[in-house]
């Protein structure tokens, strides 16, 4: 994970709150996503960005907001959380690098 | 979009055998294709990554093939170890045209000693 950092490691939420996850790379790539891996669904896109200033959705966009503040980050925003979005979130960075993932709870 | 299959869903072997995972895509154009490691509780690490214009590369005990004609492509681990225990997962993508990462479902891979 060398270069990737993501925060927070652990959250719980109850349901309608909200919160931002992080992602922050020290490597100067372009291209970021956003996946979550939930049992026995693998990894599916939530969004990603190509390069600074574009963002496209992937697979499982609905419920998340996403911003590329700059090059170097490359935030998730859950505007209103739910129960569906229990998971395991990992930012990845051009296409090798993954964060050390995030790990949300909502209740 | 692209999608990629990949098979088994579960592999065990012993100690010292080797083991194949394969993926298949359905974009011909994709040209990157990486293959990743996770241990359970970690986020997954690329392991070995191969692109369009060559056919196989090697890395001491790991190997990955390409078949363009056929799309699809292969990760071959020989003289295995139990720390090769893992789930791998198998991706492609079209580098360069703005494109999205797509993975494989993921091969557990269990090595008995």
């Known amino acids: 994970n060398a270069g990737v950092t993501q925060t927070p490691k652990f959250q719980v939420l109850k349901t309608g709150q909200s919160m931002t996850l992080q992602c922050a790379q020290d490597?100067?790539?372009?291209?970021m996503y956003w996946y979550r891996q939930d049992p026995g669904m693998g990894l599916r896109l939530i969004y990603y960005?190509?390069?600074?200033?574009?963002?496209d959705k992937g697979e499982v966009p609905n419920g998340y907001n996403v911003s590329r503040l700059n090059k170097r980050e490359f935030s998730l925003r859950l505007e209103s959380a739910a129960p569906s979005q229990t998971s395991v979130y990992f930012c990845?960075?051009?296409?090798?690098?993954f964060g050390p993932g995030t790990r949300l709870t909502v209740l | 979009g692209e999608n990629v299959e990949q098979h088994p869903s579960t592999l065990s072997v012993q100690e010292g055998d080797s083991a194949v995972i394969k993926c298949t895509y359905s974009?011909?154009?994709?040209?990157?294709f990486p293959w990743y490691k996770q241990e359970l509780g970690k986020g997954p690490q690329l392991i070995i990554d191969?692109?369009?214009?060559?056919g196989e590369k090697k890395d001491q005990r790991i190997a990955v093939t390409l078949n363009k004609t056929a799309k699809h492509f292969s990760l071959h681990i020989t003289e295995t170890q139990p720390e090769d225990s893992a789930v791998y997962f198998c991706?492609?993508?079209?580098?360069?045209?703005?494109?999205?990462?797509?993975f494989g479902a993921g091969t557990i891979l269990r090595v008995k000693s």
């Open positions: 191969i692109r369009s214009n060559v």
């Open positions: 990845v960075i051009n296409e090798q690098f």
């Open positions: 974009d011909s154009a994709s040209n990157y």
């Open positions: 960005s190509a390069s600074e200033g574009t963002t």
């Open positions: 490597m100067n790539h372009n291209s």
């Open positions: 991706a492609a993508i079209k580098v360069f045209d703005r494109d999205e990462l797509v």
